[in-house]
């Protein structure tokens, strides 16, 4: 497998929550309704044992009741539910940082690179379980697969319905594994496509997996090829860090090899630093909206940030906020040492649309710097550079030799 992507799914996330509130036993049935007080209200979640019973969520109280009359009726506690999920993203993050949150009771994780530390995908996953049973008392189910999409539905269509809560779906077994299923199992196809699907004779993901591609887009457009190659197994959208509060950052910061009194030179190397920046952001396929600046020297120094109205991670924009700060704040002082960094990050949309449109389609200077990583990484850092990193005062070739091509 290129990649180990997880899905974690909280079983029965709402009612195992308020089951723990109200300290009742897993065996006593519970649901969640809006207005415990009201047979007309619906139930917003049913604990497994209710369901057992026949109650689905979104049923009347009233109906519910008369399946099974023992049951618990609670209200609803939507900050619990909002923290648990947030204590849910802080356990996993001990695994890696590539934590993505789904929904309030869903996350993806991206672990690949974590086996090392941890173990094989299955075992890591088997760890994630026990620490959050052990740690908040909620069962989780988890999918496994090379890409979000084969991991969504390795959990919904697999480890949902296994003993041990944890399925693995391989690329190379799709066609004994999620073919035979019926179309309406595929991830995202939704009703209204599904039973278009339908219509035109599609009744397994298989069915559907077997049409020509070109003939599938000239049907359905974008959204049906994009639908296609998920039946294919394919997907590139990239698990985002999560941004949960806008906590993180990606900063970077250089100690100079003098003390700069030129504006010209200090420019110079804040750009460096902008490009390093952005380049970390875009591998982890984020953009920013804050921008901040720190400079300082034996005679003083600042540390401000502004931010933008629109996030980015193009080197040149995060270099524009940077001069307004210098502008703004340095008094002429000599610096020695700069710090750049980008917060308030979010996942990079306009990547994430490169799925549905070609590539010419995204601006060009978002796909300049994604061009220009690549090139930096297949042939080295400083295959590809700025001009003004050839002056004098400049820092980028320097630092890339001396640390083996590897920007850390
Ligand atoms: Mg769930």
């Not at 539905?153 to 073919?179: P, V, Y």
């Not at 008094?331 to 960094?341: F, I, K, M, N, Q």
């Amino acid at each position: 497998m290129n990649r180990a992507v997880f899905l974690i799914d909280m079983q029965s996330f709402f009612a195992s929550v308020e089951q723990q509130r109200y300290q009742l036993s897993p065996g006593e049935p519970l649901v969640v309704s809006g207005d415990p007080s009201r047979p007309s209200g619906v139930i917003l979640a049913a604990c497994p044992i209710a369901k057992q019973a026949g109650v689905q969520n979104g049923e009347r109280l009233r109906e519910a009741l008369l399946k099974c009359p023992s049951l618990t009726v609670v209200p609803p506690h939507m900050q619990d539910y909002i923290d648990y999920s947030l204590q849910i993203t802080e356990l996993l993050e001990d695994f890696t940082d590539r934590v993505e949150p789904y929904s309030i009771d869903e996350q993806f994780l991206d672990v690949s690179g974590s086996e090392y530390l941890f173990g094989s995908p299955e075992t890591i996953a088997l760890q994630i379980q026990e620490k959050i049973m052990e740690k908040l008392g909620l069962y989780s189910r988890i999918g496994i697969g090379e890409n979000k999409v084969l991991a969504k539905m390795a959990c919904d269509t697999f480890a949902k319905k296994n003993s041990r809560g944890i399925f693995t779906l391989h690329k190379n077994s799709l066609s004994q594994e999620l073919w035979p299923l019926p179309i309406e199992k595929l991830f995202r196809a939704g009703k209204k496509m599904s039973r278009n699907l339908r219509l035109r004779g599609v009744q397994t993901i298989g069915d559907f997996a077997a049409m020509e591609a070109e003939q599938v887009r000239s049907i359905w457009g974008i959204h049906g090829q994009v639908l296609w190659m998920n039946a294919h197994g394919i997907d590139y959208s990239p698990v985002a860090l999560n941004t949960l509060g806008g906590r993180k950052a990606i900063g970077n910061g250089m100690t100079l090899p003098g003390e700069y009194a030129e504006e010209e030179d200090i420019r110079t190397v804040a750009l460096e630093l902008c490009e390093e920046v952005c380049r970390r952001a875009r591998k982890s396929f984020v953009t920013g909206n804050t921008v901040s600046l720190g400079v300082s020297g034996t005679e003083g120094g600042f540390h401000r940030q502004r931010t933008r109205e629109e996030a980015t991670n193009i080197t040149m924009e995060v270099f524009q906020t940077v001069t307004e700060l210098l502008e703004l704040h340095w008094d002429g002082t000599p610096v020695s040492r700069l710090h750049v960094s980008l917060s308030s990050l979010s996942p990079d949309n306009g990547l994430q649309l490169s799925l549905f449109e070609p590539p010419e389609v995204r601006t060009g200077r978002h796909q300049l710097g994604f061009t220009m990583d690549k090139l930096n990484e297949k042939y080295g850092r400083t295959s590809v550079m700025r001009a003004s990193s050839l002056l004098k005062k400049a820092q980028a070739k320097e630092r890339a030799a001396k640390i083996g091509g590897h920007y850390k």
